[in-house]
């Protein structure tokens, strides 16, 4: 089950609550920027994954979290990644993992952002890396595995 808004710590985010009432909580706020506030739990013997509210931070929850959990639920492969050379360096921090959206074209991938992007810059990107907690970035040039959307 996926439920989509109400995953945060503010007085009016009852998710995780909720979700802690109707089964088990396993986990609430997570080291992935965006989407540190997504939790996973399971109710009624079924796993349950609480998204984010905001668009990319429920996106990269979903890519992250979501998407596994459903290929391996059905059985089936995950996709798989192409590599690219960045066209500018991407910065993040140390003891996060970080979804960078890209936009692939002849170049290589161009970063869109950081957390919390806009709609419209978000509806460009064509894919996204993912950073290594243990990691800082990458610079312009490197080649990187890009994951399609």
């Known amino acids: 089950m996926l439920l989509l808004g109400g995953s945060g710590f503010g007085r009016t985010d009852r998710g995780a609550e909720a979700l802690d009432r109707a089964g088990r909580l396993i986990a609430h706020g997570i080291a992935l920027r965006?989407?540190?506030t997504a939790a996973i739990g399971e109710a009624a013997g079924r796993p349950v994954l609480l998204l984010p509210g905001r668009a990319d931070a429920m996106l990269a929850a979903f890519l992250a979290l979501g998407a596994p959990l459903i290929a391996r639920l059905a059985g089936t492969p995950t996709g798989s990644a192409a590599r690219a050379p960045l066209t500018r360096k991407i910065a993040s921090l140390i003891g996060l993992a970080e979804i960078v959206?890209?936009?692939v074209g002849a170049a290589g991938a161009e970063p869109l952002g950081g957390a919390e992007l806009p709609l419209?810059?978000?509806t460009q990107a064509t894919g996204f890396v993912l950073v290594a907690p243990e990691r800082e970035g990458y610079p312009a040039g490197e080649q990187v595995e890009v994951w399609p959307l």
């Open 120 to 122: 419209r810059r978000l």
């Open 101 to 103: 959206f890209v936009r």
């Open 34 to 36: 965006p989407g540190e």
